[in-house]
Nanobody, 114 residues
Framework: QVQLVESGGGLVQPGGSLRLSCTAS????????MGWYRQTPGKQREMVAV???????TYRDSVKGRFNISRDNAKNTVSLEMNHLRPEDTAVYYC????????WGQGTQVTVSS
């Protein structure tokens, strides 16, 4: 029904920046929260940043001040601007769509390494 298409992952050096984007392939405006989670091997998926339809953001403590989430409601798009990246930010990042039926993107790899 709703597909979440992600882009922007890749390899970046510590201290660098990366921008992730996710677009929901749906013709109507989504009113549910959207955001980003991440997961590393042997660890459960963790919330990175989520924004409500009304623009209310929630950040994981470890990314506060470094990451900025934004969304374009008209385009059903959510983006994550990641700055001052650290090796511990390395993970597969998943786009998240809330609501009664949670949807996930396919995941995009972010690797922070020198």
């Amino acid at each position: 029904q709703v597909q979440l298409v992600e882009s922007g992952g890749g390899l970046v050096q510590p201290g660098g920046s990366l921008r992730l984007s996710c677009t929901a392939s749906v013709s109507t405006i989504l009113s549910s929260a959207m955001g980003w989670y991440r997961q590393t091997p042997g660890k459960q998926r963790e919330m990175v940043a989520v924004m409500s339809f009304g623009g209310r953001p929630t950040y994981r403590d470890s990314v506060k001040g470094r990451f900025n989430i934004s969304r374009d409601n008209a385009k059903n798009t959510v983006s994550l601007e990641m700055n001052h990246l650290r090796p511990e930010d390395t993970a597969v990042y998943y786009c998240y769509l809330g609501g009664p039926n949670v949807r996930w993107g396919q995941g995009t790899q972010v690797t922070v390494s020198s």
